[in-house]
């Protein structure tokens, strides 16, 4: 009897599940992106979580700076990195479900992030 391979032959080997939403929770915890990065940037469920996860950080580097220059606006940089912590939250709670949905306002800047 021969058994059929169920996999095409050009199908690429996945990581596990559990492994791929830590990588995925990780690609929003700010600099830590950067073990999702650097571990599971070849699976595109990471890959699209790790784009929108360098968008917040991007925008919390950005806050950051400006705080230290503009500090008499520190209410209204608080108020955004309210928004910033929003984001992440729908992020991995998006990253659990296993869903990729672009996250409101921020999402689509993603497409910028060429990894």
């Not at 950051?64 to 209410?75: D, E, F, H, N, S």
Request: charged share 10%; hydrophobic share 55%.
């Amino acid at each position: 009897m021969i058994m059929e391979n169920s996999q095409p032959n050009n199908a690429q080997p996945t990581n596990s599940g559990s492994q791929n939403t830590a990588m995925g929770i990780l690609a929003y915890l700010g600099p830590l992106v950067v073990i999702s990065y650097l571990v599971a940037k070849n699976d595109l469920s990471v890959k699209f979580h790790i784009k929108q996860g360098l968008v917040l950080l991007v925008i919390e580097v950005v806050v950051w700076l400006l705080g230290m220059i503009v500090w008499p606006l520190w209410m209204l940089f608080n108020l955004i990195n309210l928004v910033v912590l929003v984001l992440i939250i729908i992020g991995i709670v998006n990253v659990v479900q296993g869903k990729q949905k672009n996250l409101p306002l921020v999402g689509g800047y993603a497409r910028y992030f060429n990894i």
